[in-house]
C-alpha cells in the first residue's frame, strides 16, 4: 500500500523557519517525481513545488520562489520542504504528493503550518 | 500561467440526478508529446484530496464507472452519471502540461 506521510508542521512566527518531511513506503520512491501542494483551511489547492528524479530539475509557485527549497532523500525515502522567510499567506495545510500517469496520483495526510506572531 | 476557471462554484444535484463541472483553461493544455495533462480530483470533508481522472478521461484504479472526463485543448468536462450520497465533495481541475501547475478554483457538489 502506498503511503505518504507528513509531519513538521506547527506554529511559527513571521519571517521565520520550517522544514516538512514527507516519508514515502509501499513504492520504489527513487522513481517518482514528487511535489508539494498547500490548502489554506476552506479554501482551494495550490500547487507550490516539484522535484524530479534525482533532484537534479525543481520547480516552484512563483509567491515561494526564493524562500521556499523542495529536495529528497532517496535512501530514506524521503521528501523535504524548507521554508524560510515565513508570511502568514503561506498558512495552511501542505501535503506531500506523488506524480505516476500523470500528477498528483496519491496524497499524503497533510501538514498544518501556522504562520502568526 | 495557465488560469483554469470552473463553472459552477457550487452544484446542488438530486441523488441520481448526473451532474456536470466545466473547467476552462487560459491556454492550451495540449503537451508537445501529444497528451493533455488535465487532471480531476475530490476532496471529501475532511480527506486530503483523490485523484478521479488523468490525462483528460482515464479513470484512475478504483473510480466508479459513473465519472467520466471529456475535453480537449482549452475545454473539458468532468460528468457524474447519476450523483450518490459519497459524491458530496469539491471537484477541482488541474493542468500539468505548463510550469506552474495550476488548479481550477474548485465546484462544490451538495444533494439537494
Known amino acids: 500500500e502506498v503511503q505518504l506521510v507528513e509531519s513538521g508542521g506547527g506554529l511559527v512566527q513571521p519571517g521565520g523557519s520550517l522544514r516538512l518531511s514527507c516519508v514515502a513506503s509501499?513504492?520504489?520512491?527513487?522513481?517518482?517525481?514528487m511535489n508539494w501542494v498547500r490548502q489554506v483551511p476552506g479554501k482551494g489547492l495550490e500547487w507550490v513545488a516539484h522535484?524530479?528524479?534525482?533532484?537534479?530539475?525543481?520547480h516552484y509557485v512563483d509567491s515561494v520562489e526564493g524562500r521556499f527549497s523542495i529536495s529528497r532523500d532517496d535512501a530514506k525515502n524521503s521528501l523535504f520542504l524548507q521554508m524560510n522567510s515565513l508570511r502568514a499567506e503561506d498558512t495552511g495545510v501542505y501535503y506531500c504528493a506523488r506524480d505516476a500517469a500523470g500528477e498528483l496520483d496519491q496524497w499524503g495526510q497533510g501538514t498544518l503550518i501556522t504562520v502568526s506572531s | 500561467d495557465a488560469v483554469l476557471t470552473q463553472s459552477p462554484p457550487s452544484l446542488p444535484v438530486t441523488l441520481g440526478q448526473p451532474a456536470s463541472i466545466s473547467c476552462r483553461s487560459t491556454q492550451s493544455l495540449l503537451y508537445s508529446d501529444g497528451n493533455t495533462y488535465l487532471n480531476w480530483f475530490q476532496q471529501r470533508p475532511g480527506q486530503s484530496p483523490r485523484r478521479l481522472i488523468y490525462?483528460?478521461?482515464n479513470r484512475d484504479s478504483g473510480v466508479p464507472d459513473r465519472f467520466s472526463g471529456s475535453g480537449s485543448g482549452t475545454d473539458f468536462t468532468l460528468e457524474i452519471s447519476r450523483v450518490e450520497a459519497e459524491d458530496v465533495a469539491v471537484y477541482y481541475c488541474?493542468?500539468?502540461?505548463?510550469?506552474?501547475?495550476?488548479f481550477g478554483q474548485g465546484t462544490k457538489v451538495e444533494i439537494k
Open positions: 522535484i524530479k528524479l534525482g533532484g537534479y530539475e525543481k
Open positions: 509501499g513504492f520504489a520512491f527513487d522513481k517518482y517525481w
Open positions: 488541474m493542468q500539468g502540461t505548463h510550469w506552474p501547475r495550476t
Open positions: 490525462q483528460i478521461s
